[in-house]
């Protein structure tokens, strides 16, 4: 029996990992084991009764457990005291590694809305399946890219995308690092901000179709495997140029500059507003079709002779922007 009981769980866990090509799963599992088809679904079958799958549409997907919870934001209310109530008991069979990572990614997205959003409520949708687990933080406040926008005196609020992509930009310095958005971006599968039309990393239409993006002012969502081998410290470590977790190293899309004709040094200096705070600077140049004289001038002999402790590098730049990045590289005066 116990040899029968093994079989029965491998034929169960194959369905489970094949179940998203809904076309074939079955034939393939029959192959698999040499079963006929009724047995697969005879399978099928126990995985749902054991709320494992689900059908939908004609379909069989993983069952996903969803929880929501609403938060006026007041005074009283913590980010700690919301995630020990209401969240950690979510994770009672998680890894240490995956636990860290989604303690830091709530506390930062939390308490940002808290502090930034000048909201009324706070929204978390949290979500688990077989395979991973998500989390929706959403707010009714005047929107994350507007308060940016602003806060630092932007001319559009396309532009807080970049100063959201800089890391160490924050609205209040006295309170904040500007490093939690930054490395919560950093450390998920994926992670998403949609706020009124804009979206801070790319969303897929499906998954754009499962967020309630039309009832809130902002809303993060993230997500993260539950077998990821992901640890935090070593994302800390990725952006440090020398000592472990000093945090002087970013890499930036350049394609975030609002522009699709990069020429003017004006919009160099706003790619480079606040990057002296950097040892290393990482400008990552997809999807950027063409660079000026004047903008490539500003950001690579301008601004690394006036801030010499501050090293610029690139990647991804295509022939014609490479040529302009040596031709001011190599401009003598």
């Given at each position: 029996?116990?040899?029968?009981?093994?079989?029965?769980?491998?034929?169960?866990?194959?369905?489970?990992?094949?179940?998203?090509?809904?076309?074939?799963?079955?034939?393939?599992?029959?192959?698999?084991?040499?079963?006929?088809?009724?047995?697969?679904?005879?399978?099928?079958?126990?995985?749902?009764?054991?709320?494992?799958?689900?059908?939908?549409?004609?379909?069989?997907?993983?069952?996903?457990?969803?929880?929501?919870?609403?938060?006026?934001?007041?005074?009283?209310?913590?980010?700690?005291?919301?995630?020990?109530?209401?969240?950690?008991?979510?994770?009672?069979?998680?890894?240490?590694?995956?636990?860290?990572?989604?303690?830091?990614?709530?506390?930062?997205?939390?308490?940002?809305?808290?502090?930034?959003?000048?909201?009324?409520?706070?929204?978390?949708?949290?979500?688990?399946?077989?395979d991973f687990t998500s989390m929706q933080i959403s707010?009714?406040?005047?929107?994350?890219?507007?308060?940016?926008?602003?806060?630092?005196?932007?001319?559009?609020?396309?532009?807080?995308?970049?100063?959201?992509?800089?890391?160490?930009?924050?609205?209040?310095?006295?309170?904040?690092?500007?490093?939690?958005?930054?490395?919560?971006?950093?450390?998920f599968d994926e992670f998403i901000i949609y706020s009124?039309?804009?979206?801070?990393?790319?969303?897929?239409?499906?998954?754009?179709?499962?967020?309630?993006?039309?009832?809130?002012?902002?809303?993060?969502?993230?997500?993260?495997?539950?077998?990821?081998?992901?640890?935090?410290?070593?994302?800390?470590?990725?952006?440090?140029?020398k000592v472990p977790g000093d945090f002087d190293k970013?890499?930036?899309?350049?394609?975030?500059?609002?522009?699709?004709?990069?020429?003017?040094?004006?919009?160099?200096?706003?790619?480079?507003?606040?990057?002296?705070?950097?040892?290393?600077?990482?400008?990552?140049?997809?999807?950027?079709?063409?660079?000026?004289?004047?903008?490539?001038?500003?950001?690579?002999?301008?601004?690394?002779?006036?801030?010499?402790?501050?090293?610029?590098?690139?990647?991804?730049?295509?022939?014609?922007?490479?040529?302009?990045?040596?031709?001011?590289?190599?401009?003598?005066?």
């Amino acid at each position: 029996m116990p040899g029968v009981r093994k079989r029965g769980e491998e034929i169960r866990e194959f369905i489970l990992d094949n179940i998203t090509d809904s076309k074939s799963f079955a034939v393939l599992t029959a192959e698999r084991f040499s079963i006929s088809l009724p047995a697969v679904y005879k399978h099928v079958d126990r995985l749902i009764s054991e709320k494992k799958l689900i059908k939908k549409d004609g379909q069989f997907i993983l069952q996903t457990l969803q929880y929501k919870y609403h938060y006026k934001i007041e005074k009283s209310i913590s980010e700690d005291a919301v995630w020990v109530k209401d969240i950690k008991k979510h994770f009672s069979d998680t890894p240490h590694n995956i636990l860290n990572i989604w303690l830091y990614g709530f506390l930062e997205i939390f308490n940002n809305a808290i502090d930034h959003s000048k909201g009324k409520t706070i929204n978390v949708v949290f979500s688990k399946n077989r395979d991973f687990t998500s989390m929706q933080i959403s707010d009714d406040g005047i929107g994350i890219f507007n308060n940016i926008k602003t806060s630092f005196n932007l001319m559009d609020e396309k532009d807080a995308l970049l100063e959201l992509a800089k890391g160490k930009r924050t609205t209040e310095k006295t309170r904040h690092s500007g490093q939690g958005i930054y490395f919560t971006s950093k450390i998920f599968d994926e992670f998403i901000i949609y706020s009124k039309g804009l979206t801070f990393n790319s969303v897929s239409e499906k998954n754009k179709q499962n967020l309630d993006i039309l009832k809130f002012s902002t809303l993060v969502y993230m997500q993260l495997a539950n077998n990821s081998n992901k640890i935090l410290k070593d994302v800390f470590d990725e952006y440090s140029t020398k000592v472990p977790g000093d945090f002087d190293k970013t890499t930036i899309p350049v394609s975030l500059a609002n522009s699709t004709d990069l020429v003017a040094r004006s919009q160099a200096r706003r790619l480079l507003n606040g990057l002296e705070l950097f040892k290393e600077v990482t400008l990552d140049f997809t999807d950027v079709q063409y660079i000026g004289q004047g903008f490539a001038d500003e950001v690579f002999r301008v601004f690394p002779n006036m801030n010499p402790d501050t090293r610029i590098k690139w990647q991804n730049a295509n022939p014609e922007t490479l040529y302009m990045i040596n031709r001011a590289i190599n401009t003598k005066l």
